[in-house]
């Protein structure tokens, strides 16, 4: 099981030392959530801070864009250093090129679906794609309640290709989390959960702790 904070929510003005509370929590690895205000409606940062967070910890860096025209982006992330990108099956015409593309890279690929989305429209890439990402939002902000049809798209995707990551985005709290892994998902995208908290090592820990039971 993985806990990967997304750092949306935090503190860009103390990320560093936020990154090192979420390390000493427990976290598995870091979630970036990258947003062009078009794909989504909000912007959110790129990769010169995706760099830059690269510096600030070891955990593996889990780079989920939303973005339109992935294919223009993922060069830059690739050499920022993270070691998962995930594009949205939404954004491409090609999204058997473009997780190939990721691969030559030397990244991870993952492929992502917003909630409507459905997961047959992946099932030719499901043996391709080193990870699929279940929203269970509409992506574009943090702090939104889990859609709870979307457990069930994880459960048929568990259900397409038992050995797979299978992560799950948007509204995981410690109610919601046992939820999703008996959904069959084993990644866990926590955003507000951790980082609109006092506590961020503390509420790690206990998302780390959940995860395991
Ligand atoms: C939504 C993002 C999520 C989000 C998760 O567009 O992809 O990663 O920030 O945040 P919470 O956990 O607050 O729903
Ligand atoms: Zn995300």
């Known amino acids: 099981m993985i806990i990967a904070p997304s750092v949306l929510n935090a503190n860009f003005l103390n990320l560093e030392a936020e990154i090192k509370a979420i390390e000493r929590g427990g976290a598995n690895w870091v979630h970036l959530d990258i947003m062009d205000g078009s794909f989504v409606p909000k912007i959110s940062f790129g990769p010169d801070i995706a760099k830059q967070i690269r510096r600030c910890t070891k955990l593996p860096i889990d780079c989920h864009l939303m973005v339109e025209h992935p294919e223009r982006h993922i060069v830059a992330f690739a050499e920022a250093g993270v070691q998962y990108i995930t594009v949205h099956a939404e954004t491409t015409m090609h999204l058997d090129r473009l997780l190939n593309d990721i691969k030559e890279l030397g990244c991870k690929a993952g492929v992502a679906i917003n909630p409507a989305t459905s997961p047959e429209k992946i099932g030719e890439v499901l043996d391709l794609a080193d990870l699929i990402l279940v ?55 926590v955003g507000s959960s951790i980082f609109s908290t006092e506590h961020i090592e503390e509420e790690t820990r206990e998302f780390v702790k959940i995860s395991k039971l």
């Not at 939002?137 to 049809?149: D, E, K, R």
């Not at 995707?157 to 797979?164: D, F, P, S, V, Y």
């Open 135 to 189: 929203m269970s939002v509409n992506p574009g902000f943090g702090g939104q309640l889990l859609i709870p049809y979307c457990l069930d798209k994880v459960r048929r995707i568990r259900a397409m290709k038992l050995n797979t990551l299978i992560e799950i985005d948007g509204g995981i709290s410690l109610q919601t989390l046992p939820l999703a892994k008996k959904a069959g998902a084993n990644i866990f995208v």
